[in-house]
Each structure stands twice: as C-alpha cells, then as structure tokens.
C-alpha cells in the first residue's frame, strides 16, 4: 500500500516537471484496522494538488451511494460534480481531494443510516489524518447532498474529529443533518434555490442553517445558487440539485466562501 502512495506522488511530480497539462493524482489510504468485519479494500482518493500556495485542503464526499469511480491511474475525477465543481477549485488556492468508497453506502433512508456507521468515518478519519500531514493546510470537509449526513456524523462523533477540521461545507443537505455538539469552526451551507429533491429542500437547509448558527461558536454562513438549469430528476445530477449549468456559480461561490474565511 506504501508503495502505490509513494507512485501517486512521484507521477504528481513528474507531470509537473514536464509541463504536462494539470492532472490528479489516485492515492490508496489503508483500510481501518478497527472492524474486522469491514472490507478490507484500501479508501482510494483523487487528489487535485493546488496550482498556487494552498489555503485549505477539501477533502470532497459525494452524495448517492457515495461510490466516485475512481481507479487507480486515472488523472481526472469520473463524477459530473467532481470534475465541474470541485477540480477548478484546485486552479484557485485550495488542494481538492475527492474520496471514494469501497462499497456502497446502503442502509435504511437513502442511503443515511450507513453513513454514521465506524468503518465509514474511520475511513474519513484516516483521509483527513493522512492529507492533513501531506499537504499540511487546513482540512474543510465538504459533502454532496447524501455526503451532507457523513460530515455531520463526522461531526458529532465523539472524539477528536472536530479538532481535526478547519471548517465544513454542506451542499444540497439533506433535510435530516444536525448538530449534536457546540462546535468552533467555519460551517457554510451552499444550496440552490429551486432544488426540487424532497430530501434536500432549500427551506429545510435555511431552518437547518439557522440551527447550525445558533450551536456554531464560529461563523455559519448561507450561500444560495440560482442559476443553472433543470434538464431530469429533481434529484439527480442532471438538475438544481447538483447545480447544472451553474458549476461555475457554485464553485465561485465555494472559493469566495473559504477565501474570507
């Protein structure tokens, strides 16, 4: 597993030396040892290192299942999300790491109850950890619609996880995440205003932000999107939800919001 880390940073260095055009880079992180149950299949994550001096690190969850495509050799994120909202971030000052799972994220309620489960955020754990010490800037964890619930679990788990993050991003949240816990770091909700899914509601994200604020000892912020288009499925990727035709929006919104912070 070492040697695959140590590949995926020696290709990163080579495609910059050579002036090849700006690529990602696929890095295994180990298994939890914690669940012996759990698969022991390596948490593989795409990382865009950032063109300039890195402000933050965002550590990326995506919604759905929570299964990215990413195999290792590949140099761009599959997802529609991935590559048209997050990677530009990299071309700004903020190193973007996208994380996959190795097995579906099942369970009861689309997909939310396998979201609080330990092997998942021992996983999340151990990539905030690991990227934490490679790139030594400040971790934001960002999640994606279902990605909102395991940054909330990741929150009010007990331990050290809130010491871990510099901040959090929720964007398209689900209309079930909560605070359990006081927490002292930068939050910012992003959501479109005409998301039609009716797990993620923009009136239930605005009451969601208004909860956030008043347990948030730091700032807690609401940025609303509203251009964009709806081309299938209120909860797809092929509308508001995911912000079609408004990646540039969201992702402008997203480098301003971390930016003042």
């Not at 260095?13 to 880079?25: I, K, R």
């Not at 669940?35 to 759905?64: C, F, N, R, W």
């Not at 997802?79 to 994380?99: E, H, R, W």
Request: with cysteine.
């Amino acid at each position: 597993m070492q040697s695959n880390t140590v590949q995926a940073i020696a290709l990163s260095s080579l495609l910059t030396l050579c002036g090849v055009s700006y690529a990602a880079v696929v890095i295994p992180i180990e298994a939890p040892a914690k669940d012996s149950s759990a698969s022991k299949d390596p948490t593989l994550t795409m990382l865009y290192e950032a063109e300039k001096p890195a402000t933050a690190t965002i550590v990326y969850l995506g919604g759905g299942n929570g299964q990215q495509g990413i195999k290792e050799g590949m140099t761009e994120a599959k997802g529609t999300f991935g590559a048209n909202v997050m990677a530009p971030l990299a071309k700004a000052t903020f190193n973007v790491v996208i994380v996959d799972t190795p097995y579906p994220l099942l369970g009861n309620n689309m997909w939310i109850s396998s979201r609080s489960e330990n092997d998942h955020l021992d996983r999340i754990e151990s990539v905030v950890k690991f990227y934490a010490a490679r790139l030594k800037a400040p971790i934001w964890l960002f999640g994606q619609s279902n990605g909102s619930a395991t940054v909330a679990a990741f929150i009010n788990r007990a331990g050290e996880n809130r010491q871990l993050l510099s901040g959090a991003l929720l964007s398209s949240s689900r209309n079930e995440v909560k605070l359990d816990t006081d927490v002292a770091f930068p939050i910012v909700f992003l959501h479109h205003k005409s998301d039609g899914c009716k797990i993620t509601t923009y009136d239930s994200a605005m009451a969601n932000y208004e909860k956030f604020k008043k347990m948030n000892k730091a700032e807690t912020k609401f940025v609303t999107i509203q251009g964009g288009s709806e081309k299938g499925g209120p909860c797809t990727a092929e509308g508001h939800h995911m912000y079609v035709d408004a990646h540039q929006e969201a992702t402008a919104a997203i480098e301003k919001s971390l930016t003042k912070n």
